[in-house]
Nanobody
Framework: QVQLVESGGGLVQAGGSLTLSCVSS????????MGWFRQAPGKKHEFVAV????????FYRDSVKGRFTISRDNSKNTVYLQMNSLKPEDTAVYFC????????????????RGQGTQVTVSS
């Protein structure tokens, strides 16, 4: 069982920035592919960004390309999501997860997930 703990959410005005962090308990974190997802009230969760184990491959959903950046520090067992130019439609609970990049991108499915952190963007 892998434990993932997110932090960094909050309330921000449109156009602002936030950086989310996710710490993993996995001993094999440096081998794990990681992703960020979000779930808005009343909606199904959706894939936001994924990163390969070494960080060389990164993919984003179209609506966040150019605004969000996923990164990782394997020495700290941590994956990050830098979010810039935030919009009200980015409001959601954001959670990190581990799994296959292909599956996370195509089906928004994962193996383990954290509890999430709330991001609220006011207009």
């Amino acid at each position: 069982q892998v434990q993932l703990v997110e932090s960094g959410g909050g309330l921000v005005q449109a156009g602002g920035s936030l950086t989310l962090s996710c710490v993993s308990s996995a001993r094999t974190f440096s081998d794990d592919e990681m992703g960020w997802f979000r779930q808005a009230p009343g909606k199904k969760h959706e894939f936001v960004a994924v990163i390969s184990w070494g960080g060389s491959s990164r993919f984003y959903r179209d609506s966040v390309k150019g605004r969000f950046t996923i990164s990782r520090d394997n020495s700290k067992n941590t994956v990050y999501l830098q979010m810039n130019s935030l919009k009200p439609e980015d409001t959601a609970v954001y959670f990190c997860a581990t799994g296959s990049i292909a599956t996370m991108r195509a089906f928004a499915e994962y193996e383990f997930r954290g509890q999430g952190t709330q991001v609220t963007v006011s207009s």
